[in-house]
């Protein structure tokens, strides 16, 4: 495709697809290139570098977040709502994830959801900075329990490129997970019982939970 045909919405849309698939590893203008079916010099004439290309691409998939009417809402099911949303487009996204740690991430998708997002927290009684705390301590409770699925999507890619079976090296490594968490009583529990073996995994949304609660707390011993 020659690059007067080509788009910057074509490229960065193809450059998610490439990111969900192959990870940051394996974004490059020559990948990019064949799957938009043009040169990578093509590419270049619509972005800068891969940098410049990660941060289009990032930018882009924030407008996946659905923002609640806050008319419609009180505060605590749409702050519940869009961490939910955000925990869902990271972990659609994993590579999202890993890029927050080498890329600083801006443009008009993120801007969206930050704006409503502050918004959220503003109906909730949050004032100036404390509204900017509110929504930090939030958005930073959701992007550390995404890591561990971006872990995991990493990590299965760079298994299966070596050649490896993913799932055998992961029933590997919990096993002897497991055994060496049994020599500590309070994990040994835990790994015989029944009981936590069936328990729902609930551990975002109890903690979700809880930070809204303390959040709500603070409110009422500011009003008191």
């Known amino acids: 495709m020659p690059r007067e045909t080509l788009t910057r919405e074509q490229i960065v849309t193809t450059a998610v697809e490439l990111l969900d698939a192959d990870g940051l590893e394996g974004l490059n203008m020559r990948s990019l290139g064949q799957r938009l079916g043009s040169a990578a010099t093509a590419v270049y004439w619509h972005v800068k570098n891969k940098d410049n290309l990660v941060t289009l691409a990032g930018d882009q998939v924030w407008g996946e977040i659905r923002l609640p009417d806050l008319d419609a809402v009180d505060w605590r099911a749409a702050a519940t709502a869009m961490a939910g949303d955000l925990y869902a487009m990271f972990v659609r996204h994993p590579w999202l994830v890993q890029a927050f740690a080498t890329h600083l991430f801006h443009g008009a998708g993120k801007a969206r959801h930050d704006d409503h997002n502050l918004a959220v ?20 409770y959701v992007l550390g329990n995404a890591s561990g699925a971006a872990a995991a999507a990493a990590l299965t890619r760079r298994i299966e490129r070596d050649g490896g079976d993913a799932e055998e090296v992961f029933a590997a490594t919990m096993k002897e997970a497991a055994e060496t968490a049994s020599r500590f009583p309070r994990l040994r529990t835990r790994i015989e019982s029944a009981e936590y073996a069936e328990a729902p995994d ?20 500011a009003g008191d």
């Open 121 to 140: 927290y503003e109906k909730a009684g949050f004032v100036g900075p404390q509204a900017d705390l509110a929504a930090a301590a939030v958005f930073t």
């Open 202 to 221: 609930d551990t975002f949304d109890f903690g979700l939970r809880s930070l809204l609660d303390g959040l709500e707390a603070r409110l009422r011993g």
